[in-house]
């Protein structure tokens, strides 16, 4: 009960629109800051999966040029050689 004691003469004097505004800039600035939060946690997690991918797209890279080179399988490397 004693908040809205403090609070009856500021919504007296400044009126119930600047406290209504007031509430509403305190939480949109909450928010603001949630959302920052948010999207840097999705850079980072974006900025992992690029270099993983990068990393797959390297290993595939391997592979294809042994494919290529009929290194991939002995098997196949022994009857090319013959």
Not at 7 to 30: D, M, S
Request: glycine share 2%; hydrophobic share 45%; proline share 4%.
């Amino acid at each position: 009960m004693e908040i809205f004691n403090q609070l009856t003469p500021f919504v007296e004097n400044v009126g119930f629109p600047a406290l209504i505004f007031a509430i509403w800039y305190i939480y949109h600035q909450a928010q603001v800051k949630a959302f920052e939060k948010i999207i840097q946690n999705n850079f980072e997690i974006l900025k992992d999966l690029l270099e993983t991918n990068q990393y797959h797209a390297a290993l595939l890279s391997r592979i294809e040029s042994k494919i290529d080179n009929n290194l991939w399988c002995p098997i196949l490397k022994r009857e090319v050689q013959q």
